[in-house]
């Protein structure tokens, strides 16, 4: 299970911070990271991070966002930056449990709406 905070609205420029909480079968290997969907597009990657702490930013993103987690807490977090209208959208917590290098249960939370005003 996997529970989404922190959404809200904000104005352009401004900050906003998600955090994701997970529960339930977590393996040793895995990689947690935020995915969002704007209405009439595709869901795309916004920030990855593996349980090794290495992080993946799209380039869209890189410079504003930055990604972290808590492993004892099982928690992972975006913390957003000079956020752009552009920006708006829902956005998903993933949890990616790698079971072999070339296989992987994927687990998606509810969604938090992010708004950014102009």
């Known amino acids: 299970q996997l529970v989404e905070s922190g959404g809200g609205l904000v104005q352009a420029g401004g900050s906003l911070r998600l955090s994701c909480a997970a529960s339930?079968?977590?393996?040793?290997?895995?990689?947690m990271g935020w995915y969002r969907q704007a209405p009439g597009k595709q869901r795309e990657l916004v920030a990855t991070?593996?349980?090794?702490?290495?992080?993946n930013y799209p380039d869209s993103v890189k410079g504003r966002f930055t990604i972290s987690r808590d492993n004892a807490r099982n928690t992972v977090y975006l913390q957003m930056n000079s956020l752009k209208p552009e920006d708006t959208a829902v956005y998903y917590c993933?949890?990616?449990?790698?079971?072999?290098?070339?296989?992987?249960?994927?687990?998606w939370g509810q969604g938090t709406q992010v708004t950014v005003s102009s």
């Open positions: 993933n949890l990616r449990n790698y079971l072999t290098s070339s296989s992987s249960q994927n687990y």
């Open positions: 339930g079968s977590i393996f040793a290997v895995n990689s």
């Open positions: 991070i593996t349980s090794t702490f290495t992080p």
